[in-house]
């Protein structure tokens, strides 16, 4: 019902930038936190960056001072532009939309994920 689609990855050397982008479709009554996910090779996926539906943004302590994310509401999409990038931000980063519907005289809760972008940041 809710279809969560990622864009932007890439390869780039290290010290470089990229801008991801995330959309957010289906029959949506309120799109609450999203955020952007990163998996590295091995690992446990981690939060790298979340917005709140009022644009307030949060970040991992990486992430801090060189990750910006942001959040156009009209259109249903978050940004992460990612400056001074590292050979450790490299795996697939993925959006996590928190949704609400409305079917049936009631609400509905849930998280949608992306299938992911690729980003790989070459030494």
């Known amino acids: 019902q809710v279809q969560v689609v990622e864009s932007g990855g890439g390869l780039v050397q290290a010290g470089g930038s990229l801008r991801l982008s995330c959309a957010a479709s289906?029959?949506?009554?309120?799109?609450?936190?999203m955020g952007w996910y990163h998996q590295a090779p091995g690992m446990q996926r981690e939060l790298v960056a979340g917005?709140?539906?009022?644009?307030?943004?949060y970040y991992s302590d990486s992430a801090k001072g060189r990750f910006t994310i942001s959040r156009d509401n009209a259109s249903k999409r978050i940004y992460l532009q990612m400056n001074s990038l590292n050979v450790e931000d490299t795996g697939v980063y993925l959006c996590?939309?928190?949704?609400?519907?409305?079917?049936?005289?009631?609400?509905?809760?849930?998280?949608?994920w992306g299938q992911g972008t690729q980003v790989t940041v070459s030494s």
């Open positions: 996590k939309a928190a949704y609400e519907i409305y079917d049936n005289d009631s609400y509905y809760f849930g998280d949608s």
């Open positions: 917005i709140t539906n009022a644009g307030s943004g």
């Open positions: 289906g029959s949506i009554f309120a799109l609450n936190d």
